[in-house]
Structure formats: C-alpha cells, structure tokens
C-alpha cells in the first residue's frame, strides 16, 4: 500500500477512536498528556543544567570542615616562616594630601560629600608616619613577628610628576632602617590603591600609555631601598581597585562601566609585567636579591544555589572578573572573554617569584532584581559574619592558596593579607586560631606557604567605609592616638612562640 493512503487511514483511524473517547476518558487522556509535558519540561531544564555545568564551571571544592572535631592549636610552621602584621600608607600614615583619595574623601569625582561612611576622612589617621618607631617597637615586643608588610605613599615620593622629595625619600630609609634594627624584614608594597592626584588626571591605569610613570616611580624606589628591601610587592588588589573604582563605583575615580573595569585590568596586569621585569633588570645591575610579586583579593565565590543554572552564570562571571582573569594572564599569558577582552602578553608567565594571596571573605553568588545584577548574598544561617558583613569562612583561605597552587604550581605564596572586622573583640581570637589551621594544613597538604601577615596591625581608616570596621591587632583610640594590644591577637602571637620554640629560634 502506497505510504500517503496508509497515513490517511491510519488518521482516520485515530480521529474515530477520539470520537468514542467518553468525556472521562477524554479528561484522564489529557491529564496524561499535562504530566508528560511536566516531565518533558523537567528533562530539557536538567539537561540544560547539566549543560550549563560543563560551560560555567564553578568551584566544587566547597569545604566545610568539622571544627568540633580539629585541634586548631596543631599547627607546624616551617622555620623560615615568615610571620607579620601589613597596613597601607593611606590607611595609617595620617596628612596623605597629595593623592586620588584625598580628593575622593573631600568630594572630588562625584561631587558629593557622602564617598565615605560618616562624612569621614583619613585626616592624620594613626599618625604612623610620626609614631612608627613606637609601632615598631610594639610589633617587636608584644607580637614577637619578624617581618612587616606595608606600602610606600607614591604620592609622597613623587608629588608632582618627576619631582621627587627627598624628604620623604629618607623617612622611608628610617622606616626601613628601625626595622632592621629590630630584626623584622620590610616587605614593600609599591601601589596600594593610592596614586598621586597628577597620576589619576592622566587617566591613570586606564591608558597604557601611563603605565611608564609607575615604572618610572618603581624603579626609583627600587633603587633607593632594594638593597635594604628584598620582598616586594607591585600592585596591592588590583582586582578590589578596579571592582570598586570601575563597577560599583565607591572607591574613586567612581566610575561605573564594565569596559573601561575589564580595559584597566589589562593595564594593571601589563604595569606588574613591565615593573616586574625593570625592577629584575635592576636587581641584577646592583647585584642585590629580590623576590617580586603581584597580590590578589582571592574572595572565594559559591553560587547560591548550586543547581541553578543563573546563579552558576553569575558565579561564573564574577570568578572570570576578579580573579580567573588574572590568574589566566599570569599563568598562561593571556586573558580572554568573549567581545570584552582579547589581551596577551607571554612575559607574564614567569613574571612572579611569589603570589601574595589576600583573604578575607566568602561571597555567594545568584541573580537578584539590583543593578549590577550580580550580587553577593548571604542566605545562610549559622554562619558567621565580620562587622562588614563580610562572611568569615576559614576554609576559603584554605581553597585560595589551593587555587593559586594548583594554576601556578611550586609558587611561593605569601598570605599578604588576612584578618577581619570585630570591634567587640568577639570572634578575633576563635577566627585567627582557624586561619593559621587552615594555611598550616595548605602548607601541610603541599602549598608552597612562605608567610603570613595579619590585616591589620592597629585599627585603621578602611577606605570608603571610614574609620568604623576594627581590623586591628591593636585597638586604636584616634583621639589619643592610643594603641591598646586587643586579647583577640593572642592565638596569632601564641603561634608564633610555638613555632620559635619548636625550631629553636631564639628572639
Ligand atoms: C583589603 C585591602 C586593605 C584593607 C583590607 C580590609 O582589600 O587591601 O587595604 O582595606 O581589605
């Protein structure tokens, strides 16, 4: 039989059997059908999921140790561990006029005087540029650590473009030379999120062109100290720069544009590049030793719900923008998203003798009805928060050395940063005690950890959040400048008495 006189009367067929088909009948027939397009729908939606996974993977490594069952105390630091406490210039220094901050704290770049928490302004902050030998002597005595990260003010180097004070050259020197004298190592960091005000008129990081003020700045200091300073650091967080200079606005220049966020993060990584390089360069001219290396924010970001194939993209996404993009250009030597950036450079890879991880917090990913879209979410309970709000999460300093570790294996990595927010000195000494656990079992499980320095040594101005957040081992009384050891610090200061005495290191 000829195939179209088949189908004919296999359509008859079908039309008189639904004919006879009872009202009954008829309903059950298409309640079949509603549950096999229910089911139907579930299968495309989880093939889909199962789709998105493969295209936007995101961390599966979400650890949630079982604290009630660790002893924390059971750390084992190697002997030539680096254990120290890190500020940044405009956070502690006090009178730092000559940068972009200062104008963002008096209104500059968005005409408003609300671009700080309070109405505040760094003003003379710790007045550590006045106080630092008593600092000094305070890490040495109550702290017992043996080195000290903190940046060196370019603003105060180089305050009108080629025009260095000299003045400011030599208290670095001092700086530099106190802490020798108390045995404690400089670690110095080039660029911590302040630059010179004539810098940013420029464009700052956002022009290639500009990048050659910075290494003209990086080899002069680099000049002036590398024969004192052996550890350093060239941009603190460019990340968390350009996140909230460029997207979220708050830090200055406050602009909000995704392009000109993703064209800065190119700049910035080819600035390390090119300092990186000058500064070897130099270290072999003046025969001196020098370990130079980049510092991230590695914030480890979960999606909210696992599941949810938005939540994965906007995980995704934010990884890819903070960290992915970096940790692609310095290990492979290129950074890629698809019609926003196309960059490369193979003298990235190699261009780090250390990675300086900082770690403070946990964020949670999924779509929201805000502007960015994106946006970080704590939805879970029985976790714990700093006074920022930011979620303290031990085991993600734990995944972000293993990150680092694992794109850019045999690495030396130094925890530049860590710490958090506890004004009531509430959580500060149950939280160091499981940050030192978990770098120890990274360095434990094979991380090449060669240090760690404790945000903050004293209270400090926090940037756009003013002067609330307490991040310090010390608790500062800004009226009378009083530093007062907070009872918090204790586990960070007993671990490094554990770790003298277990490899004989006398102080
Ligand atoms: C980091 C910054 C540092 C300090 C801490 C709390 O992102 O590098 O200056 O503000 O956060």
Redesign the pocket.
């Known amino acids: 039989m000829p195939m179209a006189t088949h189908m004919r009367k296999m359509k008859k067929k079908v039309i008189k059997k639904f004919k006879a088909l009872n009202k009954i009948q008829l309903r059950s027939l298409c309640a079949n059908k509603f549950k096999m397009i229910i089911v139907f729908t579930c299968i495309v939606v989880a093939l889909l999921a199962v789709l998105m996974c493969f295209i936007f993977p995101v961390s599966d490594v979400t650890y949630f140790w079982n604290w009630s069952v660790i002893n924390v105390k059971e750390t084992h630091f190697p002997r030539d561990f680096l254990w120290g406490t890190a500020t ?1 210039a405009h ?1 502690v220094e006090g009178d730092n006029d000559k940068n972009q901050w200062f104008t963002f704290e008096n209104g500059g770049f968005t005409n408003s005087d609300k671009n700080i928490a309070n109405y505040e302004r760094s003003g003379i902050a710790c007045n550590h540029y006045n106080l630092y030998r008593e600092d000094i002597s305070m890490m040495k005595k109550d702290l017992g650590v043996n080195s000290y990260r903190f940046s060196i003010e370019w603003s105060r180097i180089e305050p009108s473009k080629g025009n260095y004070d000299m003045n400011a050259v030599q208290h670095y020197h001092d700086v530099i030379d106190e802490l020798l004298k108390n045995d404690i190592k400089p670690l110095v960091t080039l660029h ?2 302040t630059e010179p005000q004539w810098f940013a008129d420029l464009g700052g990081f956002e022009h290639f062109e500009n990048i050659e003020h910075f290494v003209k700045f990086s080899e002069f200091v680099f000049r002036a100290y590398s024969k004192k300073v052996e550890i350093w650091c060239t941009i ?2 460019p990340n ?1 720069y350009i996140v909230e200079g460029y997207i979220s606005g708050s830090f200055p220049p406050a602009k909000h544009s995704i392009v000109t966020a993703l064209k800065v993060t190119t700049v910035m990584c080819e600035a390390h590049v090119r300092v990186y390089r000058a500064l070897k360069k130099i270290s072999e001219e003046l025969n001196v030793k020098s370990q130079i290396g980049l510092v991230l ?1 590695l914030s480890q970001v979960d999606p909210q719900n696992r599941y949810n194939p938005i939540d994965r993209i906007c995980t995704f996404a934010a990884e890819k923008i903070s960290v992915g993009l970096y940790l692609d250009f310095f290990s492979k030597g290129s950074m890629y998203v698809p019609f926003l950036v196309n960059y490369a450079n193979t003298d990235a890879v190699g261009a780090n003798d250390f990675f300086g991880v ?1 770690y ?1 917090r946990n964020d949670f990913f999924g779509m929201t009805l805000d502007i960015p879209p994106i946006k970080s979410v704590k939805d879970y309970k029985n976790r714990e928060y700093n006074d920022m709000d930011w979620e303290i999460y031990p085991e993600g300093i734990y995944r972000a050395i293993e990150l680092v570790n694992k794109t850019l294996p045999g690495l030396p990595i130094i925890v530049t ?1 860590n ?1 958090l ?1 506890d004004a009531k000195d509430a959580k500060r000494a149950k939280f160091f005690d499981r940050y030192l656990y978990a770098v120890n079992k990274a360095i434990q499980d094979g991380c090449p950890v060669k240090g760690y320095m404790a ?2 040594l004293m209270d400090n101005f ?2 756009a959040s003013g002067f609330y ?1 307490r ?1 310090g081992l010390y608790k500062m009384n800004y009226k009378t400048m009083k530093r007062t050891l907070r009872s918090g610090a204790k586990p960070f200061i007993e671990t490094i008495k554990k770790w003298k005495v277990e490899n004989n290191i006398k102080d």
């Open positions: 940044a956070q911590h999120f603190n967080e968390v924010q900082n403070y940063e710490g927010a945000w903050s926090e940037w957040p991040f």
